[in-house]
Structures are given as structure tokens and as C-alpha cells.
């Protein structure tokens, strides 16, 4: 026979409630924050009171000893018995419609699911303002079960409101506390349950997971490290959660773990406490040693209530705000001054768990660690040391460090030095850097390095006095100041040489950072045209033009070149920048200078609509965008991710839409598309509505 790995049970809406309170039962965010809309909610309760089956709960038995505690001072000191795996948000629902508990969203907004019930025709709605002030609806539900309340005085205020607005025949009052009551029996409603064995691991409760779940959801092993979190150690990952919430906008009073880099999301900041705490990159093996196995593969508590505490010291420093900050100064010591130079938030993360390694184990000081964390980071997003495995990578790195001794800083800088240096070697610099500017791709990290060489060598923007560090302040998030410039120009290249496709046109090589008004100006001609005339009319001194030739590595004679050739010509020029860049970060004088950014809070665009209808392909045509620009929205509650195609049209989720407004009605905003998307640029996110508005300007 078969072995059954669950049981079946059935639960009371009441009693599932009590036992979230009294923290038997826990209610983690396993597959994600709430993600239901009201409506979804409402549905629900309508279904539920007219007796339809609203599906079943999927438990896990932790399999924790009786009387076993969380670690902290959390509110439910107790561990646990079971996890929901499958109908978090139905519970989750329920718990908040009936207790008038809040809930957290996905952008760590707190909100109140408040359902109304009209008893006259037993509807169900969601509350809003107008609902609020109909007598004809209980316009908050939770009233039903507030024990300091009482049922029985919240129908006989609510049959009092409404006898003041009409005339209650005797048998409709009735029919009313009638439905009131069936609602408020809800609380015996059977929820079908099944509950997986203790015995059985995370693989297969995923596995189990994957095969039931109607709607695709994956679980992965940080989901599972968080929900163990829950279970032991709630205060823990509440700490996470609400670092994570602050660090999405500026504080107006006092420290916060606001930053112009990253955005992190709790998985994320789990890996850096493991890597740290644990001194393991591999999620599989942490679930494992917080779940205390021992070498027999038996469960510990000792050991887990070891590792825990491990987890615990290593949270306490990932979360301190000095050292957060203090890492940051890293990223801008290597020219990176913003989230939009980062292209992989797993070498920033891990980076960061260097970092910490670095000063709290081995007491590294902060000068000498911000240097040598800076060339790190500065080689490691360079190459894409962490965009495959991710995990095996990083795990390699932990192990270069496992044989020294505590307080061994010397050790330390000298063993990551070494990675940097056997990975950034003349063959490095001279072939494969070079091939791999070959590539048009706006995210680029090779582009990216370039572009914080040229900040770390304290570069003029392209024919002007203002420096490209000034031009990318992270704090501006959109303006009409620097932009990636053509310097053989999309329609001269395609009118002219016959280079037609997006690839070709938008190479790296072919473009420069530019101030707005010089590329307007440039326009469409040819590099032998625009290029005297710009050099005339800016009468910028010989030397200073020499040295920004170099910095954005023109080649002599370059607006005569072939352009195959010139682009050929310029990527092994812009490749010697970035190694004359790096060396400046092995310099012991080597001290930028940056404004402080200021707290300018990101706003919907208010663009006027210009005077004639502008077609996205015009854009393009204008290099105001280019092929494979990232589009995201402007709004914090859509997280969707768009891009622009050759022909000027937007791809989301695999569709294709020809208008932005098309897209942003795609993504459920239903707004104008125009001041709904951003357009991901160099000189940071811009609304297509203020690129629609340049192009009108200028024509």
C-alpha cells in the first residue's frame, strides 16, 4: 500500500480564526503578501452565505516539540503547529473581513478589507463612502463578531438608523435579524482541510504545492525559509518586512533605509543574513540547519534554536543602518550613483554580505574595506560574476574566506584582491572586454562600467563644462538634461549608409552621453557636418577637448571613419577608459567628491499633450528611445515591465500593443499610457509624455 503523506480534517471558520490568534496556526506570507482585491473578498462571503464550497486549506505539521518558543519578544511566544500552504488568501480574508484586522500588500501598504452586507436582498459589496452612508447596508461586517460590541446592539443600532430613513414593516425587521444572524453564523462555516505530515520535506510540500495549485504559483527556498522565520522567529521577519517598506521612500525626520540603489524585498535581504549568519549561499543547505538537522538527518532542537540564534546576530548587522549606508559609499567610491547603473541587484546583495563579513568578522577598517568592496563590486558587475549561478558562485567566494582567522583583515582584502586581479587580466581588458561592448543592450554592464568609469574619472559631459556625475544624480528621476547621443545619427545611418536595423544603429560604441539641447541640435546630420560646426560654435579650449576625447574615447579623425570601423576603433578605446578608471580605484589617493543627493520624491508627470498626434515610432526615429527600451509605470503599485520593439511598439507579458495607453489598459491601469509609462534612459526614468513633448518642441 501506497504511504499517505496527509490527513483530512475539517475546521470552523471560528476555530481557525482562534487558533491564528493564539498563534497555533500560521498565517506567513508563503506565496506572497495579500494580493486579493476586495472584490475577491466580497465574492467570497457571497459565497460562503449562500453554502457554495469555496475550496479546501492546504496544512504542513512543523513538526516542532510541544512547548517550543520563539526566539525575541514577539507577540505569539509559542511555535506554530501548522503552516497554510495553499489558501493563504482566503484565510487571510477572512481573518481580516472578520476581525477588522489589517492587512500588508505587496508595496508594504497597510489597508482594511471592509466588506458591507445589505440584509434586505442579502448583497455583499465592498465598502466606500457612498456605502457608508446608506443606512440600507451594515457598512463594516467585522461589527458582527466584536465581542466588546455585541451582536444583538449591532442589529438593533443598524435597525435604528434604518427606521430613521423609512418606514420597517414588522415581518421585513424580521427577515433582516434573520440575515444578520445567518451572517454572523458564518463563524461555524466548514472549511474542508488537509494537512501534510511533519515527516515529509520542503521539495515535496512544493512539489505537492505545484500539482494542486490552480494558478501556476512556484515556491522556491526562500519561501520556505521565511515561513520557518514565521514559525520561530515572527519578530524576525517582521524586522525584514518593515526595513524593506522604509527603504521605499525618503524620511522626513530621522534615519531610514531609504537609498538611490535598491528596493529590496525580504528574499532578498534573507540571502545577505544567510550568507552572513550562516556562511552559506545555498538556501537549500540554510532551510536545512534552521530546520536543526543533525548529521543523521534528525531534527534538533538545540540545533535549530543554534541556528537561529546565528540568524538572529547576522539580521542584527545586515539591518543596521550605519552599515547599510556605509556600504553605499562603496558603490558611489566605484562610480556607480544609482539604481539605474546597477544591472544585477544579486552582485549589489552579495556585495553587501562581503561587506559585512569583512568589517564585523574580520575588522576591516572602514577606508581600507570601502576600497577594496568598491573594486569588487566594480569587477563583479562588470564580468556578471553573479548572473548565473548564482547561488554555486557566491558559495565559491564564502569559501575563500572559511580558513582565516577572526580579525584577520589583511587576510581578508588580500584574498578578494586576488579573486579581482586573476579575473580582470590583460586579456580580459584588451579582448574580451571590447567584444563584449559589441552589443546594443541599454542595460549593458559593460555600458554601465563605462559610464562609472567616466564618473570615477571626473568626466565633462560630451562638448560641455558640466561634469556626467552632476547629469546623474540619482535624486533627478527625470529630466531634460543628458541623454545617450547617436553619433552617427539614426537617420544618417539609415538614409545615407543603408544601416537599417536597431542593432546596428543603437551599438554602444555609436553612442555618447550628450546634453538635450546639443542633440536636438545635431539632428539627423552627418558626423563630417555636425561635428565642425558643434566644435566651432562650443569654442571649447584644445586642451579640455582633448580630454574629453579620450574620456568618451572618439578616435582621431572620427567622423570620417568607416563606421564599422569606427565602432571597432571605439570600443577598444572606451575598454582602456574603463581600465584607466579601475586603476584610479586601486589608488590609494583616489577620493571622489559627490553632491548629496537631495530627497526629491518621484511625481506623476504633468505633461502637456503637444499640439499633433506623435506616434511611438517617431521616438525611435528620433532616438529619443531606442530598441529594447525597459518601459515600467509610474505608478508604485504596478510593478509590470514593458519593452519597446524595433518598429516602436510595446511588448508586455509576450503581447504586442501599438499604442502605450493600449499597454497601460493591458496592465490593468486603464489610464493615459502616455504619463503612465516611464522610459528607462540614461539619464534616468522619463515619462513618454515628456519625450512625446521634446519632439513636438522641437519640430
Not at 24 to 41: C, N, S, T
Not at 399 to 417: E, I, S
Not at 496 to 523: C, F, P, Y
Request: glycine share 6%.
Amino acid at each position: 500500500m501506497a504511504t499517505v503523506l496527509f490527513k483530512d480534517t475539517t475546521h470552523q471558520v471560528a476555530d481557525l480564526i482562534t487558533d491564528i490568534r493564539r498563534g497555533e496556526i500560521a498565517l506567513p506570507d508563503l506565496q506572497r503578501p495579500y494580493v486579493w482585491e476586495p472584490a475577491k473578498a466580497r465574492e467570497l462571503f457571497d459565497s460562503m452565505y449562500k453554502g457554495f464550497p469555496v475550496g479546501y486549506l492546504l496544512f504542513w505539521e512543523t513538526g516542532v516539540e510541544p512547548g517550543a518558543r520563539q526566539i525575541g519578544e514577539g507577540s505569539k511566544p509559542e511555535a506554530a503547529r501548522r503552516l497554510i500552504v495553499d489558501g493563504q488568501q482566503r484565510l487571510t480574508s477572512l481573518f481580516a473581513a472578520m476581525t477588522g484586522t489589517p492587512v500588508l500588500r505587496e508595496d508594504y501598504r497597510s489597508t482594511r478589507i471592509r466588506l458591507a452586507f445589505r440584509p434586505s436582498d442579502a448583497t455583499f459589496a465592498v465598502t466606500d463612502a457612498a456605502i457608508e452612508k446608506d443606512p440600507e447596508y451594515l457598512p463594516d461586517i467585522s461589527v458582527l463578531w466584536d465581542t466588546a460590541t455585541g451582536r444583538r446592539k449591532v442589529i438593533r443600532d443598524f435597525l435604528t438608523r434604518l427606521r430613521d430613513k423609512r418606514s420597517l414593516p414588522e415581518a421585513e425587521e424580521d427577515r433582516i435579524q434573520d440575515a444578520l444572524d445567518r451572517l454572523h453564523d458564518l463563524e461555524s462555516y466548514p472549511f474542508k482541510g488537509v494537512v501534510l505530515s511533519a515527516d515529509i520535506d520542503e521539495e515535496q510540500v512544493a512539489e505537492i504545492f505545484v500539482r494542486i495549485n490552480s494558478e501556476g504559483v512556484k515556491l522556491d527556498q526562500a519561501d520556505f525559509i521565511l515561513t520557518l522565520t514565521s514559525v520561530f522567529w515572527e519578530e524576525g521577519r517582521r524586522a525584514l518586512e518593515d526595513f524593506c517598506r522604509h527603504s521605499r521612500t525618503p524620511a522626513l525626520h530621522g534615519a531610514s533605509p531609504f537609498n538611490w540603489y535598491i528596493r529590496p524585498k525580504p528574499p532578498q535581504l534573507l540571502r545577505v543574513v544567510a550568507a552572513v549568519g550562516l556562511d552559506s549561499a545555498v538556501l537549500k543547505q540554510v532551510y536545512a540547519a534552521l530546520r536543526g538537522r543533525d548529521t543523521t538527518g534528525k531534527l534538533s532542537p538545540a540545533r535549530r534554536e543554534e541556528r537561529f540564534a546565528q540568524l538572529q546576530q547576522a539580521q542584527e548587522h545586515v539591518l543596521d543602518l550605519k552599515h547599510w549606508h556605509e556600504f553605499f559609499l562603496c558603490l558611489e567610491h566605484a562610480g556607480f550613483r544609482g539604481e539605474k547603473m546597477i544591472s544585477s541587484q544579486n552582485t549589489l546583495l552579495y556585495s553587501y554580505a562581503l561587506w559585512l563579513i569583512g568589517r564585523v568578522r574580520y575588522g576591516v577598517p572602514i577606508d581600507q574595506l570601502r576600497s577594496v568592496i568598491a573594486r569588487w563590486f566594480f569587477m563583479a558587475q562588470l564580468t556578471g560574476r553573479y548572473s548565473g549561478s548564482v547561488e554555486s558562485q557566491m558559495e565559491q567566494d564564502l569559501a575563500l574566506l572559511r580558513n582565516l582567522t577572526p580579525r584577520d583583515a589583511h587576510g581578508f582584502t588580500t584574498a578578494l584582491d586576488r579573486v579581482v586581479r586573476e579575473t580582470l587580466t590583460s586579456d580580459f581588458w584588451n579582448i574580451t572586454l571590447p567584444n563584449t561592448l559589441n552589443s546594443s543592450a541599454a542595460k549593458s554592464p559593460a555600458l554601465l562600467a563605462y559610464i562609472a568609469a567616466l564618473n570615477i574619472l571626473d568626466a565633462d559631459v560630451l562638448l560641455s563644462t558640466i561634469k556626467v556625475r552632476t547629469r546623474l544624480d540619482p535624486a533627478i528621476l527625470a529630466r531634460k538634461g543628458v541623454e545617450r547621443h547617436h553619433l552617427f545619427p539614426r537617420k544618417y545611418l539609415q538614409k545615407s549608409l543603408g544601416v537599417t536595423t536597431s542593432a546596428r544603429i543603437n551599438q554602444i560604441a555609436n553612442m555618447a552621453l550628450l546634453e538635450w539641447s546639443d542633440n536636438i541640435a545635431i539632428s539627423d546630420q552627418a558626423p563630417t557636418q555636425y561635428w565642425p560646426a558643434q566644435l566651432d560654435t562650443k569654442r571649447i579650449p584644445a586642451d579640455v577637448m582633448a580630454r574629453q576625447r579620450y574620456l568618451h574615447a572618439l578616435p582621431d579623425d572620427w567622423p570620417s571613419m568607416d563606421y564599422e570601423t569606427f565602432l571597432t576603433t571605439r570600443r577598444t578605446l572606451m575598454a582602456q577608459v574603463v581600465r584607466d578608471a579601475f586603476g584610479q580605484l586601486e589608488s590609494p589617493s583616489y577620493h571622489p567628491v559627490y553632491d548629496v543627493p537631495a530627497l526629491v520624491p518621484e511625481q506623476r508627470s504633468t505633461s502637456r499633450v503637444p499640439s499633433r498626434r506623435i506616434k511611438l515610432s517617431e521616438l525611435l526615429d528620433a532616438g529619443l528611445i531606442n530598441a529594447g527600451t525597459v518601459l515600467t509605470p509610474s505608478w508604485e503599485e504596478y510593478d509590470h515591465v514593458a519593452a519597446i520593439d524595433d518598429q516602436g511598439r510595446i511588448v508586455l507579458d509576450g503581447q504586442i500593443h501599438d499604442t502605450p495607453s493600449g499597454a497601460a489598459n493591458a496592465a490593468g491601469a486603464g489610464t493615459n499610457g502616455w504619463t503612465f509609462w516611464l522610459a528607462d534612459t540614461p539619464e534616468g526614468q522619463v515619462s513618454l509624455a515628456d519625450l512625446r513633448a521634446a519632439l513636438s518642441e522641437e519640430s
